[in-house]
């Protein structure tokens, strides 16, 4: 069975620092994606990126950067010099294998404050 | 254009009534979904239509009926519902998986939020 675990249930922080929101999954499909969505209080979940579990590269968008680690089973997502704007619920996300490649299994998500 | 858009944005219904919710993209997408967000959790997927026929059915409770007219439109037929079914509800897309290898990312429109008395 494919789970994804975000630990954090709330995070809180100050404007301008950086925050890392963790992800961890479980799978055994040997092909399977992994995703980050934003909720903002609006309620449309915004796609942000899909890492593809052969390609271990970390990625950077200004101020996002996602770390994926297949020996850990992690896919980090850190904002650098947060912003208000960025207050939101964040998801991570994991879909596997060809059959099951339709179905998202989300993380129960991570509360993102930012505090001016 | 990444746009999903949903109508209506708000609805509240009794539990007698019939009601419906339109989902409509104009990205190519030829897989539509249907989630459920009760607040404070993930959304939980419904429904998946992929070339316009229904793939994925999770188990949903029949006075929730899916319909998808074409490529395009995707509606969520309500009726005699209970009060625990009110949340929000998403729709989204994305390009479909016949015959290709990938995965793609599924993006969604702003939900209608539900309540229903």
């Known amino acids: 069975a494919q789970k994804v675990t975000q630990a954090q249930t709330e995070i809180s922080v100050v404007e301008k620092e950086d925050v890392t929101l963790d992800c961890v999954y479980e799978?055994?499909?040997?092909?399977?994606?992994l995703f980050w969505y934003k909720q903002p209080p609006s309620g449309e979940l915004v796609f942000l990126i899909r890492?593809?579990?052969?390609?271990?590269q970390n990625e950077i968008s200004g101020r996002y950067s996602w770390n994926f680690q297949k020996s850990t089973s992690s896919f980090n997502f850190t904002i650098t010099a947060s912003q208000v704007v960025d207050s939101a619920v964040y998801f991570c996300?994991?879909?596997?294998?060809?059959?099951?490649?339709?179905?998202?299994?989300f993380g129960q998500g991570t509360r993102l404050t930012i505090n001016p | 254009d990444t746009e999903v858009t949903q109508t209506p944005k708000h609805l509240v219904m009794g539990m007698t009534n019939k009601k419906s919710l339109k989902c409509e993209q104009h990205?190519?997408?030829?897989?539509m979904y249907w989630y459920k967000q009760k607040a404070k959790k993930p959304p939980e997927l419904m429904f998946v239509?992929?070339?316009?026929?229904?793939?994925i059915n999770e188990s949903v409770p029949s006075r929730f009926s899916p319909e998808c007219p074409n490529s395009s439109l995707l509606n969520l037929h309500l009726h005699a519902l209970q009060p625990e079914d009110s949340a929000l509800y998403l729709c989204?897309?994305?390009?479909?998986?016949?015959?290709?290898?990938?995965?793609?990312?599924?993006?969604f429109g702003p939900g209608t939020r539900l309540t229903v008395t």
């Open positions: 990205m190519g997408h030829r897989a």
């Open positions: 996300a994991l879909s596997g294998g060809i059959q099951g490649a339709q179905k998202l299994v």
């Open positions: 890492r593809n579990s052969f390609d271990e």
């Open positions: 799978t055994r499909d040997t092909t399977y994606y």
């Open positions: 989204a897309s994305s390009q479909d998986l016949a015959g290709g290898p990938g995965s793609y990312e599924q993006y």
């Open positions: 239509y992929s070339y316009e026929k229904l793939s």
